[in-house]
């Protein structure tokens, strides 16, 4: 098919899109750029979604009013910048000004619309903040205790968007040095994501300048090659040849080419896929046709788990089998609904006592005249303490651990135990022998 009728074949074109300067004048004027957060909180379920609805304002807010200084200073962010390269045999300065200037009018057009189509998406968000807001503030009856919660998180919606702006600065800062500099593509010699591209080698990625002197990496001379007479006995070379082949640190040279080596040898015929074993600082060929053997690492794979038997009892194998699993195994057990919320109600006791003493300064200590010989019975003290934060802590865990339960009634997942029902045996009768003492070993 000729060139010319291929135009025939669709009606479809490539479909351009840009502003004018009046109009990013506009949109710019037209920006949210005021940073504004709401202070959101609720008793129970309105509290994450009103808090997600203040981060997502702030998202947005803190993008539309970061795209618009961008806007202003006529800079292009990295994550913005289009990095196709041009031609490489092309070098005018003319051609290569016109390519970046193409490609910043591309990405200064997608901030503008980014821009416009997000304010939009603020005025609502705002909207629903509002209605969420007066609705929580209608169903809490405590005004102080509701105005208390509006100011803590007032508060920590400000610590995130010290961060946010501090994290947001630094990248414009970062964006300004590249323009300060002259380098903002990655097809500009030396730009700083260049610098960062680079192969096993350390070479850069990008191709040299026409002209440029090309480097020469000389490869590593091979090791000679050492006697691998089969009749020999000696396993060892001698203190000159020791001191003449051996390597040490980065000396060593590479197992590749030690391979290469032995293969263009004709000694070393017999002795194709050896690695180097280290002994008494050098290294000796030996055969083998996958790995190294790591010999040191024998001895403590035997000796893993040694039980030793130094009583009149004798251990049965399953009693063994369950004592090299070590004294720090766990046996899987059957969880108690009643016996875990005792213990949950506890740790929560536990809190509410540190949050009552914790701003109260303990009295110096008095010298006693008279001990007392009585004893006191445990307090039952519990402090009246009300904390939003405690309450929706624990109304939390209660909520995941009555979903963890019911799933297990309903038999959505069955638990895994990790011993048998002889090994449970068997450590019960191990419990309780008191004839016998089980610990480790010194």
Not at 7 to 24: K, L, M, V, W
Not at 184 to 196: F, L
Not at 311 to 319: F, H
Request: charged share 30%; hydrophobic share 30%.
């Amino acid at each position: 098919m000729s060139q010319e009728g291929q135009h025939t074949d669709t009606q479809r074109t490539t479909n351009t899109f840009a502003y004018s300067d009046a109009e990013i004048a506009d949109v710019i004027a037209q920006a949210d750029t005021t940073l504004s957060f709401f202070g959101t909180s609720s008793d129970k379920e309105f509290y994450n979604q009103l808090h997600n609805l203040s981060r997502k304002e702030l998202n947005l807010t803190s993008h539309s009013s970061t795209l618009v200084e961008y806007i202003k200073t006529k800079r292009i962010p990295r994550g913005l910048r289009v990095n196709l390269t041009p031609l490489g045999c092309i070098n005018n300065k003319d051609f290569l000004a016109k390519w970046e200037g193409i490609w910043n009018k591309a990405s200064l057009d997608a901030m503008v619309l980014t821009v416009e189509y997000l304010q939009p998406e603020i005025v609502k968000n705002k909207q629903e903040i509002a209605t969420l807001k007066n609705s929580i503030k209608q169903s809490m009856q405590n005004q102080a205790e509701y105005e208390r919660i509006i100011k803590d998180i007032h508060t920590s919606i400000e610590r995130l968007k010290r961060d946010t702006v501090a994290r947001k600065l630094k990248k414009f800062e970062r964006d300004t040095r590249d323009y300060t500099s002259g380098i903002v593509y990655s097809w500009q010699g030396g730009s700083p994501r260049q610098q960062t591209r680079c192969n096993n080698f350390g070479l850069p990625r990008h191709r040299p300048e026409a002209g440029a002197p090309q480097q020469h990496y000389a490869r590593r001379t091979p090791p000679p090659p050492r006697s691998t007479d089969s009749d020999s006995d000696e396993r060892f070379s001698s203190e000159s040849e020791r001191g003449t082949h051996s390597y040490r640190g980065s000396q060593r040279p590479f197992l590749g080419e030690q391979r290469k080596q032995n293969w263009r040898e004709p000694d070393w015929r017999g002795t194709r896929g050896a690695h180097e074993e280290s002994v008494a600082g050098g290294y000796l060929p030996r055969k083998s046709q996958h790995r190294p053997v790591q010999r040191q690492f024998y001895l403590l794979n035997e000796v893993k788990n040694l039980v030793i038997n130094l009583s009149d009892y004798t251990l049965t194998a399953t009693e063994l089998s369950i004592l090299k699993k070590g004294l720090g195994f766990i046996p899987t057990h059957n969880t108690d609904l009643f016996g875990w919320k005792i213990d949950f109600y506890k740790f929560v006791i536990r809190l509410k006592l540190k949050m009552c003493f914790m701003h109260k300064d303990c009295d110096p200590p008095r010298e006693v005249a008279h001990k007392s010989e009585t004893l006191r019975n445990k307090s039952d003290f519990l402090p009246d303490i009300t904390s939003q934060n405690l309450e929706i802590f624990e109304n939390i865990v209660l909520h995941e651990v009555k979903n963890l339960w019911e799933k297990k009634s309903k038999k959505m997942f069955s638990t895994k135990y990790n011993i048998n029902k002889a090994e449970r045996d068997a450590l019960k009768k191990l419990e309780s022998n008191t004839q016998i003492i089980i610990k480790k070993s010194r």
